[in-house]
Structures are given as C-alpha cells and as structure tokens.
C-alpha cells in the first residue's frame, strides 16, 4: 500500500477561557492526512505559542512530504527512521511534532484499511480506560468557580479532576486545592498541575502539604529538562511526581526512569514523534515499573493507553472536541472512558470547523 498524498492543514483557534492565562490565547493545530487508494489516515499536533503551527507545517511540506510519498505506509518504522534522520540536525524540537503527525496518520491509515480501531490493531489490552476531568481550571478563576467545575466534571462521570496551580502564591494555592478537595470529598482521584512554575523548594514545601490533602499527583512541578532536580523531589515527595508532556523521545524518557525522577509518565504522542515512538516510552517505562498517563488529546489517546499494559489513566480535555463529529465524543461512563469502536483513531475532522479555522 504505497502514500499517495499527505495533505498538511493548519489551523488556528482561540483557546478554551477555562486553559488560558491571557484573553487573547490561541492554539494551533496541525492536521496531516495520508492518502493511499480509497484510503485515508489522519494524525495532529498542536501548539500554544503563536507560529509554531507554521514552522510545523514548513517542515512537513518542504523537507518530510518527500521522504512519505511513495512509501509503502504499512513500513512506520522505515518512514519514522527516516524523517528522523532528515530532521536531526534540527534537534528535536518542532521535528518531533511534524513527525508525530505524519506518523500518527500512518498508523490510523493502517488500522482503517485492517477495519478496526487502532487500540485492537496494536494489540488490544482493554475496552476502558479510567478517565479525569482536565482542561477546565483556569488560574483565572476564583474558587467559588474552580470548584463549581471540578464538581460538574465528577458529576459527568469522570473518575478524578486536575486543578492547576503555580501562577499564585504557593498558601493560595493550597487553599484552592483544600478547597476543591473539601468539595469532591476524601474518595475522588485529585491531580494537581504547576506546569513547570514552581523552584525546587517550592515543590518541596508543597509536596507533604499536597500529600495530606490526599493528592493523587503533582504534576509537573518543575521545568521538565531538570532530571536531576526531578530526582531529589522524587525521593523526597509523600505525593506521587508526574511528568513527561514536555519530554520528546524514549531517551528523555529512559532518564527519567534511570533515575527514579518520576512515578508517572506523561508521553504525549502529538509531541514526541508519534504512535512509533510512544510505544517504546511505554514499554521503556514498563520496563521501569512505571505507568503511564498520556497528556491531553484524550481521542488519541484512547486507543495507546487501551493497548500498552501499562497505562494507568486518561486526561478528558475537551478543548479540541469541536474539531471533529460531534458523534465521535468518547463516551465517558462510571469513571471510565470507552474505546470508540470505529476504525482506526475514528476521528473525521468537522468541514466547518476547518474552514472556519484554517490558516491560508
Ligand atoms: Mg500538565
């Protein structure tokens, strides 16, 4: 089955008010379709700073197109290697988002053409994923709101809520999580996400504090390049660390479980090369004892965590929901999230929303 074409389209949105830290926030998202015969595949990355999409989207029309067209799309391994190579002295970078795309779009073509969802074409571990609410807690908010939504996402049947911290003082943001915790009660899974805003004695004061109110995990406390620092916390922390959403290979991975720096992987196949690579993180991690939470794009997501042994839960964040048809929503049941039963990732991008929001 040879590509026959790969369409690059780009797309340009405001951000939810619930994820954003500046009114005018936007997200980029780059989709990558395949084409082979009657057959089509479809992969996405995205981007929350302005341009990124672009210098993704340059980088798969002049430099991967070439090396995917023409290709037999059953060979990933063969294809990633080599836009691998044509991108490595880019560093990683941006190149692992176009990469992602373009292979998530293999492997979704692949599992079309086998007529089933890609979650029993890799392999097929479950039909349900537990699921938590995300994407819903803005630093803007005050309290009375923050726990006004993490109450509506428990009573849609998600089986946990992440609030955000790190853009207040550090006993305001206890406060904010005794608060939530004080309203979903003792029992219901609470994460806790600083995205990289915090010094190490900051996540060292808040840990135990964090601990006590029952956390479930603190999620990305420092910046994500400061394996070592990770490492202190890690040994240090009564609250489970979680991180990898900025991580971009099985190596950066393979550091972290070295090391004992985490005790929960974030891979985010957007981010990181794609279906190819994220199933050697998750093996590299299961190697390690650890489990794995991807990070975000939920729809995505689905599928790897129900196939790799060792997924542990799913991030429910609706902020790209109204990209594709509104029959394609996962379900989402007694804290479960359900593997849609259409082939391949199941996902066909909404006409008006791409037409809306396309960048020329
Ligand atoms: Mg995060």
Redesign the pocket.
């Known amino acids: 089955m040879r590509v026959e074409r790969l369409d690059a389209q780009l797309l340009r949105f405001p951000m939810l008010a619930s994820h954003r830290d500046q009114p005018d926030a936007q997200m980029e998202v780059l989709l990558a379709t395949v084409h082979a015969g009657d057959h089509w595949g479809l992969g996405l990355t995205f981007s929350v700073q302005p341009g990124g999409g672009v210098a993704v989207r340059a980088l798969v029309e002049h430099v991967l197109r070439p090396l995917v067209v023409g290709q037999n799309a059953y060979h990933t391994e063969r294809i990633w290697a080599a836009m691998y190579q044509a991108t490595h002295r880019l560093g990683r970078g941006i190149a692992a988002l176009a990469i992602a795309a373009i292979d998530m779009a293999l492997w979704d073509l692949k599992a079309r053409v086998a007529g089933v969802p890609l979650a029993d074409y890799l392999g097929g571990c479950r039909d349900r994923v537990l699921a938590y609410g ?1 994407g819903r807690s803005s630093h803007q908010f005050d309290v009375s709101e923050l726990v006004a939504q993490a109450r509506a996402q428990r009573a849609e049947g998600l089986d946990g809520v ?1 609030i ?1 911290v790190g853009a207040r003082p550090l006993a305001e943001d206890l406060a904010r999580v005794r608060a939530v915790r004080e309203a979903l009660g003792p029992d219901a899974r609470l994460m806790v ?1 600083a ?1 990289e805003r915090y010094t190490l004695s900051d996540a060292l004061w808040l840990a135990p504090r964090l601990a006590e109110l029952g956390v479930y995990w603190f ?2 406390p420092l910046d994500a390049e400061h394996v070592d620092a990770y490492a202190l916390l890690a040994r240090q922390s009564p609250v489970p660390i ?1 991180v990898g ?1 900025h991580l971009q290979s099985r190596h950066a991975f393979a550091a972290y479980a070295r090391q004992g720096a985490a005790h929960i992987l ?1 891979p985010d196949v957007a981010m990181l090369g794609g279906v190819t690579e994220f199933l050697k993180i998750a093996a590299v991690a299961d190697a390690a004892g650890l489990p794995i939470a991807p ?2 794009l939920h729809q995505f997501h689905i599928h790897l965590a129900a196939a790799i042994p060792n997924s542990l839960i799913v ?1 429910h964040f609706p902020a790209l929901d109204f990209l594709f048809l509104p029959e394609e929503r996962c379900e989402v049941r007694e804290g479960y999230m359900l593997v849609p039963r259409r082939p391949g990732f199941g996902l066909t991008p909404r006409p008006e929303a791409v037409a809306e929001y396309r960048v020329p």
Do not use: I, L
């Open positions: 995300s992440k955000r996400d995205n999620e990305e979680a959403e974030q990070h975000f991030e």
